[in-house]
C-alpha cells in the first residue's frame, strides 16, 4: 500500500508543479518571458513572440528577418503527408484536431532531427513544425471543401499564409492582423493541461513530434483549447438576442456549463478576453450583419453570466466569435490555436529536456483491502 499523503486540491488546483522561466500567468498580468500579453498585443507580431518564446530574447531585425524567411522555406510538406491528411480529413468523424494530431505525428518519420533531443535540433524541429501546421490546416480545410489544395505563399506573414492557404483568398490587412493578436494571446500559458502533457512526455526523454501529439490531444477537449468551438457552438444553439434569457435560465436550472466561461487561475477575468474582445467587436461592427448579431447574442450572455454567477469569461469566448465574424469555420479554431500554442509548447519541452527529470507522481489509493486471488 503506498504512504502518500492523499492530493487535497481535486485537479491539482493551485500546485506549483516546477520552474520556468517561459511564462508567469498571475491574476492581473500574463508575462511571456518578462513582456506583458497587452504590450506584446499592441506592439509585436506573431513571429515576434515565437522567436521569444522558442529561442528566449526579442529578436534583432536581422535575427527577426532570419527566422521569417526560415518559416517560410519550411511550410511545405511532402506529398505523402499530403496523402495522409486527405485520407484523414475525408474520413467519417474525425474532427481536424484529429487529422492535425496525425499529421504531426506523420510528419516526424520525414523530420532528420526527429530523435535528436539536442537543444539545437529542438529548435529546428520547433520551427519546422510552427512553419507546417498552418499548411496540414489549410491542406485539410482544401480537402473538405473540395478544392484544389493551396500552396504556402512564399511572402506572408504566419497567420495571413493560415487564412490564405484555407480558403485560396488573401486576407486583407485587417483580418490578418486579428488572427495574428488572437495567435500572439495563444501563444503561451505556464503549465495548462497541454503544455503540462508535453513536459510529463518530455520528461520521459522522449522526441519533440511526440510532445506535441499528444498536447494537440490534450488540447482538443472542450474544458481547455476545445471550448473556442463550443463557445460559437452555443452561441447558434441561441439562435437570436430573443432567446438568451430563457437560454441562460434553463442552463443555470440544468446546470449546464456555459463553454468560454470561468478558468483554473484566473477568478476575475482572463484579460487576453478584453483584447479580443474589442478587435473582434469593431470588425463585426464595421461589417454589421451576421458578424455583429453574434457579439450582441454574446455580450448578452456575458452580463448574464457576470451578473448571476459572477463568472467571466475566458479567451476562447471572443475567440469563437471572431473567427466566425472572419468567416473561419467552426471546427477549425482549436486547430488555429495549435498553430499558436506550438510555440509554447516547444519552448517548454525545450526547457523540460534542458534540466530533465522524470516526472512521476504518486496516487492516493482508495481501492479494495489487500485480498488473495485464491480465497
Ligand atoms: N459555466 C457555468 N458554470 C461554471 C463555468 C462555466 N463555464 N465555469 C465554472 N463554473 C462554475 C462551476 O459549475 C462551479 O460551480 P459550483 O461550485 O456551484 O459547482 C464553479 O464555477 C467552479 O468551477 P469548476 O469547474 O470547479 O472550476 P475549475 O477550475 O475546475 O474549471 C474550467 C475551470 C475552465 C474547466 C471551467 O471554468 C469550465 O469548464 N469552463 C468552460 C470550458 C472553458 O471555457 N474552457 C476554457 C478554459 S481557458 C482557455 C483554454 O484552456 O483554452
Not at 486527405?86 to 520525414?110: E, I, N, W
Not at 489549410?138 to 497567420?159: S, W
Not at 517548454?348 to 527529470?357: L, S, T
Request: net charge negative.
Amino acid at each position: 500500500m503506498t504512504t502518500a499523503t492523499p492530493t487535497k486540491p481535486a485537479g491539482l488546483e493551485g500546485i506549483i508543479a516546477g520552474d520556468s522561466d517561459i511564462c508567469a500567468v498571475n491574476q492581473t498580468s500574463l508575462i511571456y518571458r518578462g513582456y506583458e500579453i497587452a504590450d506584446l498585443a499592441a506592439n509585436a507580431t506573431f513571429e515576434e513572440v515565437a522567436f521569444l518564446l522558442l529561442v528566449g530574447h526579442k529578436p534583432t531585425a536581422a535575427e527577426l528577418d532570419a527566422f521569417k524567411k526560415e518559416l517560410i522555406h519550411e511550410r511545405a510538406i511532402p506529398d505523402h503527408a499530403r496523402d495522409v491528411i486527405k485520407r484523414c480529413a475525408l474520413g467519417d468523424g474525425m474532427h481536424p484536431m484529429d487529422v492535425l494530431r496525425t499529421g504531426v505525428s506523420y510528419l516526424a518519420q520525414f523530420d532528420k532531427d526527429c530523435q535528436d533531443n539536442s537543444p539545437e535540433a529542438e529548435l529546428r524541429k520547433a520551427k519546422r513544425l510552427l512553419a507546417k501546421i498552418p499548411t496540414i490546416i489549410g491542406h485539410m480545410q482544401n480537402v473538405i471543401d473540395g478544392r484544389d489544395f493551396v500552396l504556402p505563399d512564399k511572402e506572408m506573414g504566419h497567420a495571413a499564409n493560415l487564412l490564405y492557404m484555407m480558403t485560396g483568398r488573401k486576407p486583407t490587412q485587417a483580418e490578418a492582423h486579428i488572427v495574428d493578436v488572437s495567435l500572439i494571446l495563444y501563444a503561451e500559458h505556464d503549465f495548462n493541461a497541454s503544455t503540462f502533457t508535453s513536459r510529463v512526455i518530455a520528461g520521459t526523454l522522449s522526441d519533440m513530434h511526440g510532445c506535441v501529439t499528444g498536447a494537440i490531444a490534450a488540447l482538443k477537449g472542450p474544458l481547455h483549447g476545445g471550448a473556442n468551438e463550443m463557445a460559437m457552438e452555443l452561441l447558434r444553439e441561441i439562435g437570436t438576442l430573443d432567446n438568451v434569457e430563457e437560454f441562460m435560465d434553463n442552463a443555470f436550472t440544468t446546470k449546464r456549463k456555459i463553454m468560454g466561461f470561468g478558468h483554473r487561475v484566473y477568478k476575475n477575468g482572463d484579460h487576453r478576453a478584453g483584447i479580443l474582445h474589442k478587435l473582434g467587436r469593431a470588425y463585426a461592427d464595421d461589417k454589421g450583419g451576421e458578424p455583429l448579431k453574434w457579439f450582441e447574442i454574446g455580450e448578452k450572455v456575458q452580463s448574464i453570466m457576470e451578473t448571476q454567477k459572477n463568472i467571466k469569461p475566458n479567451v476562447d469566448f471572443p475567440c469563437g466569435m471572431t473567427y466566425y465574424a472572419l468567416g473561419i469555420p467552426v471546427p477549425q479554431y482549436t486547430p488555429i490555436f495549435v498553430a499558436s500554442r506550438i510555440t509554447g509548447w516547444c519552448a517548454h519541452v525545450m526547457e523540460q529536456h534542458k534540466n530533465n527529470r522524470l516526472i512521476r507522481p504518486l496516487s492516493h489509493y482508495t481501492g479494495p483491502e489487500l485480498r488473495k486471488w485464491n480465497g
